[in-house]
């Protein structure tokens, strides 16, 4: 089913896109964001749990719905990918911290074959839409990811693209916090080609169900070093991930 409305901002030629929105009773953002998807690309909203109508509401704005019983980001996130058909699979927040027109250039990227995973770098535009706790605990997962990998990043933040098949591949295994990170890190040992775009990052709808206090944002980052505690993925696993 096609998301409702569109952008004005469409790739050059029909994509075949499905764009993964994890959601956890985000019924307040779910209308903003499913306007901004772009014409042609599918919204897959992956229902984690909501207790809000978050499900019905999407459903009933023309998403294709996921259900998601095991609470999670990553078990979110992976639930999207696996339930995506399309060519290329992109992941953002449903949270209307981001918004999803932004991805056209990342698709763009990929299929031009600039790039085989391209990554959002947020750029607040208010006051509040990046905590300073959240920021730290990125700041230093950044500084942590360049020594375990030579990825000169800045930031890991959700909204990114790349094709679905060698996403697959990587046999990403998280299934909280250290999801996106993990796709990151089994992206580099597979000798992917990573970049970044600035993206807008405004002040999310709701609260937030990982960095909104200290206490979320160091359970995620507890998360995210036991990934990057993990050994580089075996030479058979890197060949058979790579796009």
Same mark, same amino acid.
């Given at each position: 089913?096609?998301?409702?409305?569109?952008?004005?901002?469409?790739?050059?030629?029909?994509?075949?896109?499905?764009?993964?929105?994890?959601?956890?009773?985000?019924?307040?953002?779910?209308?903003?964001?499913?306007?901004?998807?772009?014409?042609?690309?599918?919204?897959?909203?992956?229902?984690?749990?909501?207790?809000?109508? *978050?499900?019905?509401?999407?459903?009933?704005?023309?998403?294709?719905?996921?259900?998601?019983?095991?609470?999670?980001?990553?078990?979110?996130?992976?639930?999207?990918?696996?339930?995506?058909?399309?060519?290329?699979?992109?992941?953002?927040?449903?949270?209307? *911290?981001?918004?999803?027109?932004?991805?056209?250039?990342?698709?763009?990227?990929?299929?031009?074959?600039?790039?085989?995973?391209?990554?959002?770098?947020?750029?607040?535009?208010?006051?509040?839409?990046?905590?300073?706790?959240?920021?730290?605990?990125?700041?230093?997962?950044?500084?942590?990811?360049?020594?375990?990998?030579?990825?000169?990043?800045?930031?890991?933040?959700?909204?990114?693209?790349?094709?679905?098949?060698?996403?697959?591949?990587?046999?990403?295994?998280?299934?909280?916090?250290?999801?996106?990170?993990?796709?990151?890190?089994?992206?580099?040992?597979?000798?992917?080609?990573?970049?970044?775009?600035?993206?807008?990052?405004?002040?999310?709808?709701?609260?937030?169900?990982?960095?909104?206090?200290?206490?979320?944002?160091?359970?995620?980052?507890?998360?995210?070093?036991?990934?990057?505690?993990?050994?580089?993925?075996?030479? *058979?696993?890197?060949?058979?991930?790579?796009?």
């Amino acid at each position: 089913m096609k998301a409702v409305t569109t952008p004005s901002t469409s790739p050059s030629r029909a994509a075949s896109v499905d764009v993964v929105l994890p959601c956890l009773d985000e019924a307040e953002a779910i209308p903003w964001v499913l306007r901004r998807i772009p014409p042609g690309w599918r919204a897959l909203v992956v229902d984690n749990g909501s207790t809000d109508g *978050s499900a019905e509401l999407a459903e009933a704005l023309g998403a294709h719905v996921v259900r998601e019983e095991r609470r999670g980001f990553g078990a979110a996130c992976h639930a999207g990918l696996a339930a995506a058909t399309a060519d290329i699979v992109c992941f953002c927040d449903c949270d209307a *911290s981001l918004d999803p027109s932004g991805l056209v250039p990342f698709v763009a990227g990929v299929e031009a074959g600039e790039a085989d995973l391209v990554l959002g770098r947020r750029r607040p535009r208010a006051r509040g839409a990046w905590p300073a706790h959240a920021r730290a605990g990125n700041m230093a997962l950044a500084r942590l990811l360049r020594r375990r990998t030579g990825l000169r990043l800045r930031d890991l933040g959700p909204l990114r693209a790349a094709r679905r098949e060698p996403l697959l591949a990587l046999g990403l295994t998280d299934r909280r916090s250290g999801y996106p990170l993990q796709m990151v890190v089994r992206a580099a040992d597979a000798g992917w080609r990573i970049t970044e775009h600035d993206v807008p990052y405004l002040p999310r709808t709701g609260a937030s169900k990982v960095t909104g206090t200290w206490r979320g944002t160091w359970q995620a980052v507890r998360d995210m070093s036991r990934v990057l505690a993990e050994p580089p993925a075996a030479e *058979s696993v890197r060949e058979g991930a790579r796009p």
